[in-house]
């Protein structure tokens, strides 16, 4: 099992960056896709991206692709998500979120970090 701690949300002005963090506390980091996803108010929660365990593989949601950077550092078991060109449609509540590498749906979830955009 894994236990994840998200931080780096923030109030930022719209064409600022941030960078969320996630650290996970468990075994074998490396056997687990992580993910960030997002929850705007009023909606429902959506992917934004993921990476494989060791990385190789990377996915994104269409709206931050050239904006977003997804990474993660294995000797650290920690996840990274690096958001650049904010815009205000970017607010939402980001989660983090692991899954075993051979399940199909993310199994556990961190509890949240919000991220303000202002315009």
């Known amino acids: 099992q894994l236990q994840l701690v998200e931080s780096g949300g923030g109030l930022v002005q719209a064409g600022g960056s941030l960078r969320l963090s996630c650290a996970a506390s468990?075994?074998?980091?490396?056997?687990?896709?992580m993910g960030w996803f997002r929850q705007a108010p009023g909606k429902e929660r959506e992917f934004v991206a993921d990476?494989?365990?060791?990385?190789?593989?990377?996915n994104y949601l269409d709206s931050v692709k050239g904006r977003f950077t997804i990474s993660r550092d294995n000797a650290k078991n920690t996840v990274y998500l690096q958001m650049n060109s904010l815009k205000p449609e970017d607010t939402a509540v980001y989660y983090c979120?692991?899954?075993?590498?051979?399940?199909?749906?993310?199994?556990?979830w961190g509890q949240g970090t919000q991220v303000t955009v202002s315009s």
């Open positions: 990476t494989s365990g060791g990385g190789g593989t990377i």
């Open positions: 468990g075994r074998s980091f490396t056997h687990y896709y």
């Open positions: 979120a692991a899954r075993a590498i051979l399940r199909s749906a993310y199994e556990y």
